[in-house]
Structures are given as C-alpha cells and as structure tokens.
C-alpha cells in the first residue's frame, strides 16, 4: 500500500492507505442519508480493520491455474448464496453455479473461489466473454470481468 504523500504541515507523513480508507469511510457514514442507506449492506458485510464493502458493489476477476479459469470476488455477503457466471458476449452461457460467500480472514465481506472447469489460458483468443456474479441477499451484480473463452471443436462428430 505505500505511505502517502508528505502533508503540507510540518513534512509529516499521513496514515498508510488503509487507514485512509477507514478515515473516508467514517467519513462518508455521518453524511446526511447515507448511514440509513448503507445500513442494511453494512450488516451483511464484515467488516475487517474497520473497512467494510457497504458502499462497493461486489466484484470478480478470474485467473488460470492448473489450466482451468477460476473465479474469484468479494465484496459479497457473508454465507450467502452467489450466482456465478461466465458467457460468451454473443449470450451463451459457458459456465453456471450457485455457491456460497465464504468469510475471509484478511479481505472484507464475503469472497468467492470457484473453478469453472474451462480450458485457461486461451492463447490468441480475444476477450470473447465475460463472468459475473450476483449476491442474492443483497440483489445486486458484480460489473462484468472481461474474459477469453476457448471453444474447442471437435473433429470426431
């Protein structure tokens, strides 16, 4: 994470990122209107060194490891059910699971690991599709993570 910049008064140096972050998040819960929308989100997500995912929508990424495509994300409600997801951008559905956010013990609210079974890394695919996930409890989508599908053909049919 880094330190920060100098700060204008007396060359000191500012709190870490992360404690930044907790400063902006306090912050933003004693604006007007925002502690009562955040409040429902806020119960459902944990929350670790005083940062929580109330105002970030869940998120995913993928990754290949042992030449399968894995989801990840977070920011999802803890042991809630999460509809993972991974289609091409023409709408065919490639991969489909519900699974269950799991607590983590450094990342805040609830994180998702999923393999997909789908061949990775695609080599000279463009990014033909995208994954996604949507928390149930709280009904909201993650944004969608760009992602290279292979499709293999079979010569044999």
């Known amino acids: 994470m880094g330190i920060l910049a100098h700060s204008t008064l007396g060359n000191r140096r500012l709190a870490t990122a992360t404690m930044a972050t907790v400063m902006a998040a306090a912050i933003s819960l004693t604006a ?88 990775a890394p695609c080599t000279g695919t463009a990014k033909n599709g995208y994954a996604r996930a949507y928390d149930a409890v709280t009904e909201k989508w993650s944004p969608k993570y760009p992602v290279s599908i292979c499709i293999l053909f079979d010569d044999n049919d």
Do not use: M
């Open 32 to 119: 007007p209107g925002i502690a009562s929308a955040q409040a429902k989100s806020v119960s459902h997500h944990a929350v670790i060194a005083g940062v929580n995912c109330a105002p970030t929508p869940p998120w995913v990424s993928t990754y290949a490891f042992d030449g399968d495509l894995k989801v990840e994300g977070g920011c999802f409600t803890e042991n809630g059910q999460v509809y993972v997801t991974v289609k091409h951008n023409n709408g065919t559905v490639y991969f489909k699971k519900w699974v269950t956010a799991r607590d983590h013990p450094s990342l805040a609210g609830g994180w998702i690991n999923v393999n997909t079974n789908l061949r």
